[in-house]
């Protein structure tokens, strides 16, 4: 037993090695998958005519009837706005990707608690998946009524041409997700050859 453990090992272990050269490529794939989600997300709220937030997503930010009800809204739209921008471009180029990853963890669970939490684990309401709530299982009566409507009413194959009818949940999931992608790269880096990180610690850190 011992003899196939340790021959099992050996080659596991040799096979690996031969990877490492290349283990920064996930990081960068991570990296590259949230320049556009952060960088969307902070450029809607940012007007780089002014660098301040729109009028409207300070409203958005501070109004409790309609909006998120936050204190010092404009204060808090500036500072996540600019975290998603800033995140964006460091993040694409793999520049102190360990400390923006804090900030933008912090804007994810701010985001999913005040936007989102009500509204379950869903982004997209499908009453056949895992954690669908009330609100999901009412989305689907209402998504049959709306197909039968459509159905009866205009060319529903040419609506759905390009994708199944859906209705949005917008509930914490893709928060939740950036916010473990972040925190990935909080804990990992850039990611070897693929950052910036990687060359100035190479060259600094072999200093110090």
């Known amino acids: 037993m011992n003899t196939l453990s340790n021959t099992y090992y050996t080659i596991h272990n040799g096979v690996m090695n031969l990877t490492r050269h290349i283990d920064g490529l996930p990081w960068l794939l991570i990296r590259l998958y ?6 969307m997300a ?10 301040l937030p729109y009028a409207s997503t300070v409203q ?3 109004n409790p009837d309609w909006g998120l009800g936050m204190p010092l809204p404009f204060l808090m739209a500036f500072l996540a706005g600019w975290t998603e921008v800033l995140g ?3 993040l694409a180029i793999g520049l102190a990707t360990r400390w923006i990853a804090l900030p933008l963890m912090v804007t994810m669970v701010v985001a999913a608690v005040t936007a989102h939490w009500e509204n379950g684990w869903q982004a997209i309401s499908d009453a056949s998946a895992p954690f669908a709530n009330e609100r999901v299982f ?4 209402r998504l049959a009524q709306a197909k039968e409507i459509l ?5 529903y194959g040419w609506i759905t041409g390009r994708g199944s009818l859906v209705i949005l949940n917008s509930g914490i999931e893709f928060a939740a997700t950036y916010f473990v992608m972040c925190l990935a790269l909080f804990f990992s880096g850039g990611g070897r050859y693929f950052s910036v990180d990687y060359w100035l610690n ?4 072999s200093k110090a």
Do not use: C, R, Y
Request: glycine fraction near 12%; aromatic fraction near 18%; charge should be negative.
């Open 138 to 141: 009412e989305a689907a009566t």
């Open 202 to 205: 190479l060259h600094f850190g």
């Open 60 to 62: 958005w930010f501070g």
């Open 34 to 39: 949230l320049v556009p989600v952060f960088w």
């Open 42 to 51: 902070g450029s809607q709220k940012i007007d780089f005519e002014t660098m």
């Open 151 to 155: 159905g009866e009413h205009s060319n």
């Open 88 to 90: 964006a471009i460091l």
